[in-house]
T-cell receptor, first 113, second 115 residues
């Protein structure tokens, strides 16, 4: 069975500061990993995904994530936070045996001026 | 850019009533999904659908739930007799059949409130 843990249900950063959102997964087979963002009253939008090509994945809006197999992690980063980054971020895993996404609990990112 | 659409955006119903949530997946996609998110909780998988049949379902997806693709464009989730605990945001998603690495594209959701 696969699972995802997102450390920190709420993260607050100042505008211009580094954003780091943590995601650890467990999967019995090599996973596919996804980060989705949910803005208020909207659906889930894909930020980026890891599908066993490059371990450093670049996504939209300046976000990137690094797959580290030894740490079973897929943390999301952005060098400089913008007010418009305030949203809820979900890490999800899809292993190659299953057909569904398993989501973490989400991290709400707040950006202070 | 193509997107998944869902109707209605909000639905309020009485306990015990039947509800049908509708989704229009992206036109060349062949895998369809329903997920739900109870307020303050994780997004949870309900069911996946491919080639006109359920390919996988979770424990949540009991006999009260059913899915259907009644025509070439719509994908529906029916809850036969709603319970209070069915109150949640329901998301439809779709993807191509080119493999599990393919992105699931999500709709904006239907917020269901059962009174």
């Amino acid at each position: 069975a696969q699972s995802v843990t997102q450390l920190g249900s709420h993260v607050s950063v100042s505008e211009g500061a580094l954003v780091l959102l943590r995601c650890n997964y467990s999967s019995s087979v090599p996973p596919y990993l996804f980060w989705y963002v949910q803005y208020p009253n909207q659906g889930l939008q894909l930020l980026l995904k890891y599908t066993s090509a490059a371990t450093l994945v670049k996504g939209i809006n300046g976000f990137e994530a690094e797959f580290k197999k030894s740490e079973t992690s897929f943390h999301l980063t952005k060098p400089s936070a913008h007010m418009s980054d305030a949203a809820e971020y979900f890490c999800a895993v899809s292993d190659r045996a299953g057909n569904m996404l398993t989501f973490g609990g989400g991290t709400r990112l707040m950006v202070k001026p | 850019e193509p997107e998944v659409t869902q109707t209605p955006s909000h639905q309020v119903t009485q306990m015990g009533q039947e509800v049908i949530l509708r989704c229009v997946p992206i036109s060349n996609h062949l895998y369809f999904y329903w997920y739900r998110q109870i307020l303050g909780q994780k997004v949870e998988f309900l069911v996946s659908f491919y080639n006109n049949e359920i390919s996988e379902k979770s424990e949540i997806f009991d006999d009260q739930f059913s899915v259907e693709r009644p025509d070439g464009s719509n994908f529906t989730l029916k809850i036969r007799s709603t319970k209070l605990e069915d109150s949640a945001m329901y998301f439809c998603a779709s993807r191509t059949d080119r493999g599990l690495q393919e992105t699931q594209y999500f709709g904006p959701g239907t917020r269901l409130l059962v009174l």
